[in-house]
Each structure stands twice: as structure tokens, then as C-alpha cells.
């Protein structure tokens, strides 16, 4: 699926970020045409910038502390805002997404802010190599399939055990407390961050997740 862009802004207090954002309207129709051939056709939920990944950035940027001068890894980055934010202060950004076309335009975000440290890659997390390593791990709503849960939380620990720092952001899901609670025993810091878009009032949860001994 190859999709227009346009440039969407977007906004915390006295900073902003601009990226390339498909456009809706193309979103929808190319969907439509292919849900046509094969209704098993998943929509791609990756086309659109999510409330928690706002509120990701929004974090980042008053806790610049947590990724100044790391390696920083984003995992299912979809359109990469706090990626592209994290490259401000970080040493290096790895930035993302099962989907190629997902890190292409992250790919063109970053050349249109001028950004040189962030690396498009094509990750899934069931298949991540085993030599992978950072000091930041950013995932933003990414906790929404149930059936993902088991192996979304071995990446987890995987990550923990490598003495990686783990950013996590959700937009707060009664069906994925369960795989929430399981993570608070490493939580080092907790927030909670409200996202106005489309004239609602979206509130997401943010949590820090750390460990300073082998589990």
C-alpha cells in the first residue's frame, strides 16, 4: 500500500514537531478497496499517530534525562513521534515497525526535520534477533491484542534482563490491566498524562520500567 502524506503538527506547550502523516481520506478508500478482495484484510492502525504516542513525546520531552546520549530502540513505531522526539537528545534512534511502509515515512519525517541519527529498520518483535540490544526501549500502545500479550511480556522481561530502560505508554484498556499489573513490580516512575484529540479528552498511562538486579 503506497499511500499520499501530508504534513501534520503537533504541539506540547512552547515546543512542536511536524511529520508525514497518510492521509485519511486515502486511509480509508485503499482499505475499503482491498477489505473488496480479501475481507480478512487488517486495517493499518500503523497509518495514524495514537493518543499514547503524543503523550510519549509529551514525556519525553520534559524528562529528557531518561535518553540523553543512549541508544535508543522504538518497537512497533508505526509513524515514529517519539522517535522523532527521542533523536533530539539521544545518541542514536533505531526506529521500528513490522510494516516497511510504516518506516519509509518515518524515513521522510526525519529528512524533512533534518534529523541524521534515527535508522528506519524492519523489526517484528515474535522474531527479534537475539543479539539486539539498547539503553532505552520505547513502546507506545502497543497492549491492545490479547493474543499478543504472552509474547509482548517475554520481550519485556527479555529487554529487562539486558538492563534496558523501558518507556511504556497505554491508553488505559480494562482488558490489559492484567498484562499492566504484571510489569508495576519493575516500575520506577508512573504518570499520567491526559491527550486532547478529536475534542475528546484521552487519558494515558506512562510508566518507567526498570530493573537493578538479574531476575
Known sequence: MTLPLQLQTYHWDNDQLQLYVPDPQAVQAQY???????????????????????????????????????????????LGLPSLIAARYATEVWCSDYIAEAVAVVQQSAHYNHIQNIYGTVL??????QSLTADVLLLSDINYDPDEFKALYAVLINFLKKGTTIILSTPQRLMAKPFVERLLQWCIHRQEITVQQDEAAIPISLFVLKINAPL
Open 32 to 78: 475499503q478497496s482491498q477489505k473488496e478482495v480479501n475481507s480478512n484484510t487488517p486495517f493499518p492502525y500503523w497509518a495514524k499517530i495514537w493518543p499514547a504516542a503524543v503523550a510519549m513525546g509529551s514525556f519525553l520531552l520534559q524528562h529528557p534525562e531518561y535518553i540523553t546520549g543512549k541508544k535508543v530502540l522504538e518497537l512497533a513505531a508505526g
Open 124 to 129: 517484528n518483535w515474535h522474531h527479534l534477533p
